[in-house]
DNA sequence: GGGGTTTACGTCCAACGTAATCATG
DNA sequence: CATGATTACGTTGGACGTAAACCCC
C-alpha cells in the first residue's frame, strides 16, 4: 500500500524538521519530498506534517504514524542486512554454511548480536543447505564455520552446541484442537498431518521423536508441500496441523495467527550444533561462536 | 533496496509452486512475475527460484530469502492495519483517542490482540493527541475510549489501568556511561540530557520523578527536540543521554543500538490508563478493554 | 534577502500487458 | 497439446529534476 520511500520520507522529516533538510539527507530535491509526502497523505487521507515557512513538524498523527514507519524500515533493514551476506565481500570475509532453518531465523539474529558486541565484524558470505553439504563444505575448506540441526554429528569434524530447536504442534485458531489443553503423542501420530516431502530434516526429526517416545508410525500426511512457507499457509487455512520448527512460527504464534498447542508423551526437541574443521577455528569464526554464546 | 512487491512475489511463488498461480493470486500476469523475479534475483546476484517446466521451486537460498522477506512484508502488513485505523470506517466504529506513545506503541498490539480472540471486530478509528484533549473528546461525545499516561486523572470521567510505562535511561553503546552499572539519581539530573521541549509528557513524567526523589532539579538540556524520533538519533550519535518511554526504544534495545542504563534512588515509571464517559462504555469498547486487561 | 515551501512542466525510466516462441511431460 | 516459462515490443504513468513563484522572519 505504502511503499518504503515514502516512509523513509516521512521519517527523514521527522528527524530533521524541515523538508529541504530530508531532501539534503536523502539525496533528491526537496521537491520531490514535498510530492512523495502529500502523495502519502492522500493515501491515508491525513495530514502528516504542519508545514510552515521556517520548518515543518509532524502533527501528532504524524508522530505516530512515522513510529509505525520506523517498524517497516528497521524490518527492511534487517532484509539488506542480511540479504548482503548472500553475495559477501571479497577475501577476509567469513564463509559460513547453515542449514535451512538455523540460516534462515538464527544466523540474521547472531550477526546482529555480534555487530553489537564487536566494532567492527568483517564481511560475512552465508549459503544455505542441507546437513550433509553443510559438512562437506567444511571438508573441502569451502566455508569456515557451519550450522546444523541433525542429530547425527560427523566424526571429523569439531563442534559445540549453541541452542535448541523446538518443534511445536500448530493448528489455526478455529482448528478443534485450538482449545485442547494438550494432544497424546500417539493422537498426534496417528492424525494426517500437513508435512514436508519425506527426508525433510524437519520431518526426520520428528519421525526420529516420536519413534524414540515408542508411538506407532506417522499416518500417512494430509498433504505433503515442498516448503515450510507452503505448510504455513496450509494450516493458516484452518483444516489440519503440522508440527513446524518453533522459529519458524514464533511471529505467527505472536500474532495469533496460529496457536501452538503441547504434545504430552515425547520429546520435541533438537540441539542446534556448530561444526568447524578439526583443522581449528579461523579467528572471525571463534568472534562470532563467543558472542553467540554469551548472548 | 529491494520493493515490496519484489517480495510479495517471491513468497508467493513459495508458496504456490510456480510463476503462474503465483500471478494468479497476485493478479497480474505471469510474464510480470517472472520479469519482478529476474529483476529481484540479479539485485540479489542469487539464483532464488529452480524453473521447470512444470512447476518452480525455491532454491535453498531462495527459501531463505522468501523467509526474511515474509518479516518485512508482515511489518508492512502491521503498518497497513494500523494506518486504517487512522481513517476508520463508517458507522459503528469504535472512536478511541490515545495519547501519543499509546497510540503509536500500544494501541495496534492491544488491536491485534482482541482480533484474535474477537471473531469479528467493529471498525476502529484512532486518534492521537495530548491528554488534555483526549479527555475533552470524550466528554464531548466525540470518542468512546481514551488512553491517556498523565498521573493527574479527570473526577468526571471514569477510569481504570491498564499498564505501566517505564522510562529507562539510554546511551549508545560507546558512550561513558555504557559499561556503568548503574547512574545514582542526583548525577542524571546534574547531567545535560537529551530532551524533548518541556510540557512534552516524558519530560514532565522525568521531572516530577526527580522531585518526589528529592533530586535537585534538571540541569539544562543538552538539546531540546520537537521528537522523540530526533532524540534517539541524537542518542544514537552516541554524545549524549536521554530519558525515553521503554516502548519507544525497545527495538533498539533488542538490537544493541542503544543500551539501557539502571537509574538508581528514583523510580522512572507511570501508569497507563484508560478513561471513559461516566455515560458508560460501548459494547465494543468493553469488550476491547477486556481483551487488553486479559492478556 | 535568505531559508522554506508550492506549482508547473518536460523528461525519462521502469513496470506492465499483449503477442509470439520455446520447452517439457 | 496442455501447462509453464521466456523473449520481444509498444504503451503508459509515476517519479524526478529544472524553473519560477510565493511566504514569512
Given at each position: 500500500?505504502?511503499?518504503?520511500?515514502?516512509?523513509r520520507?516521512?521519517?527523514?522529516?521527522?528527524?530533521?524538521?524541515?523538508?529541504?533538510?530530508?531532501?539534503?539527507?536523502?539525496?533528491?530535491?526537496?521537491?520531490?519530498?514535498?510530492?512523495?509526502?502529500?502523495?502519502?497523505?492522500?493515501?491515508?487521507?491525513?495530514?502528516?506534517?504542519?508545514?510552515?515557512?521556517?520548518?515543518?513538524?509532524?502533527?501528532?498523527?504524524?508522530?505516530?504514524?512515522?513510529?509505525?514507519?520506523?517498524?517497516?524500515?528497521?524490518?527492511?533493514?534487517?532484509?539488506?542486512?542480511s540479504?548482503?551476506?548472500l553475495t559477501?565481500?571479497?577475501?577476509?570475509t567469513?564463509?559460513?554454511?547453515?542449514?535451512l532453518?538455523?540460516?534462515?531465523?538464527?544466523?540474521?539474529?547472531?550477526?546482529?548480536?555480534?555487530?553489537?558486541?564487536?566494532?567492527?565484524?568483517?564481511?560475512?558470505?552465508?549459503?544455505?543447505?542441507?546437513?550433509?553439504?553443510?559438512?562437506?563444505?567444511?571438508?573441502?575448506?569451502?566455508?569456515?564455520?557451519?550450522?546444523?540441526?541433525?542429530?547425527?554429528?560427523?566424526?571429523?569434524?569439531?563442534?559445540?552446541?549453541?541452542?535448541?530447536?523446538e518443534?511445536?504442534?500448530?493448528?489455526?485458531?478455529?482448528?478443534?484442537?485450538?482449545?485442547r489443553?494438550?494432544?497424546?503423542?500417539?493422537?498426534?501420530?496417528?492424525?494426517?498431518?500437513?508435512?514436508?516431502?519425506?527426508?525433510?530434516?524437519?520431518?526426520?526429526?520428528?519421525?526420529?521423536?516420536?519413534?524414540?517416545?515408542?508411538?506407532?508410525?506417522?499416518?500417512d500426511?494430509?498433504?505433503?508441500?515442498?516448503?515450510?512457507?507452503?505448510?504455513?499457509g496450509?494450516?493458516?487455512?484452518?483444516?489440519?496441523?503440522?508440527?513446524?520448527?518453533a522459529?519458524?512460527?514464533?511471529?505467527?504464534?505472536?500474532?495469533?495467527?496460529?496457536?501452538?498447542?503441547?504434545?504430552?508423551?515425547?520429546?520435541?526437541?533438537?540441539a542446534?550444533?556448530?561444526?568447524?574443521?578439526r583443522?581449528?577455528?579461523?579467528?572471525?569464526?571463534?568472534?562470532?561462536?563467543?558472542?553467540?554464546?554469551?548472548?
Amino acid at each position: 500500500m505504502a511503499d518504503l520511500d515514502a516512509l523513509r520520507t516521512l521519517v527523514a522529516v521527522g528527524q530533521t524538521g524541515s523538508l529541504s533538510a530530508a531532501a539534503r539527507e536523502l539525496g533528491v530535491t526537496q521537491q520531490a519530498v514535498s510530492a512523495r509526502l502529500r502523495t502519502l497523505e492522500s493515501s491515508l487521507s491525513s495530514v502528516l506534517v504542519q508545514r510552515s515557512a521556517r520548518g515543518s513538524l509532524l502533527t501528532p498523527t504524524g508522530v505516530i504514524v512515522a513510529g509505525w514507519a520506523r517498524e517497516v524500515l528497521a524490518a527492511a533493514d534487517r532484509f539488506d542486512q542480511s540479504a548482503l551476506t548472500l553475495t559477501g565481500g571479497r577475501d577476509k570475509t567469513l564463509r559460513l554454511a547453515a542449514s535451512l532453518t538455523i540460516a534462515e531465523h538464527l544466523v540474521p539474529r547472531w550477526l546482529n548480536i555480534w555487530r553489537a558486541r564487536v566494532d567492527e565484524i568483517p564481511g560475512v558470505r552465508l549459503t544455505a543447505e542441507n546437513s550433509e553439504t553443510v559438512c562437506r563444505r567444511l571438508r573441502d575448506g569451502d566455508a569456515d564455520l557451519g550450522f546444523i540441526e541433525t542429530p547425527d554429528l560427523p566424526g571429523d569434524l569439531d563442534h559445540v552446541v549453541v541452542g535448541q530447536d523446538e518443534l511445536v504442534l500448530v493448528v489455526a485458531p478455529t482448528h478443534p484442537w485450538a482449545t485442547r489443553a494438550e494432544i497424546a503423542a500417539p493422537e498426534l501420530a496417528r492424525t494426517p498431518l500437513v508435512l514436508r516431502e519425506s527426508g525433510s530434516g524437519t520431518r526426520r526429526a520428528l519421525d526420529a521423536a516420536l519413534q524414540s517416545a515408542g508411538t506407532p508410525r506417522l499416518a500417512d500426511p494430509a498433504a505433503e508441500l515442498p516448503s515450510t512457507l507452503a505448510v504455513r499457509g496450509t494450516v493458516r487455512g484452518g483444516f489440519h496441523a503440522a508440527v513446524l520448527s518453533a522459529l519458524a512460527v514464533d511471529t505467527d504464534l505472536a500474532e495469533g495467527a496460529l496457536v501452538a498447542v503441547p504434545v504430552r508423551g515425547v520429546m520435541l526437541r533438537r540441539a542446534l550444533t556448530a561444526v568447524w574443521p578439526r583443522t581449528g577455528l579461523t579467528g572471525a569464526a571463534r568472534s562470532l561462536l563467543e558472542a553467540i554464546s554469551g548472548s
